[in-house]
């Protein structure tokens, strides 16, 4: 079974930066998309950025020139560095990897999500 762990998250102003990461541990074979959504109270779960094995990457259109998404596959982590938050930023962030255990096929594995409040 693969476990996620998140963390970075937490309060900050408008216009400010916070890191996520999410870190993953168990018998992993090979790791292949890992992603970042988020879900706001009374709205559906988004997906925010991603990643593959290849390090080509995608955006969601309200975070594009301001957040980034990294992975260091010798640490299975995934990082989402934000800058210049906007209050509608606010939400539980979720990470998500795509990974293969020894001998299985490609599963989901979702982390427990960390809460970012952007607020003055």
């Known amino acids: 079974q693969v476990h996620l762990v998140e963390s970075g998250g937490g309060l900050v102003q408008p216009g400010g930066s916070l890191r996520l990461s999410c870190a993953a541990s168990g018998n992993i074979y090979a790791i292949y998309t890992m992603d970042w959504y988020r879900q706001a109270p009374g709205k559906q779960r988004e997906l925010v950025a991603s990643i593959t094995t290849g390090t080509s990457t995608a955006y969601a259109d309200p975070v594009k020139g301001r957040f980034t998404i990294s992975r260091d596959d010798a640490a299975n982590t995934v990082y989402l560095q934000m800058n210049m938050l906007k209050p509608e930023d606010t939400a539980d962030y979720y990470c998500?990897?795509?990974?293969?255990?020894?001998?299985?096929?490609?599963?989901?594995?979702w982390g427990q999500g960390t809460q970012v409040t952007v607020s003055s």
């Open positions: 998500k990897i795509a990974a293969v255990t020894p001998g299985g096929v490609p599963h989901d594995y």
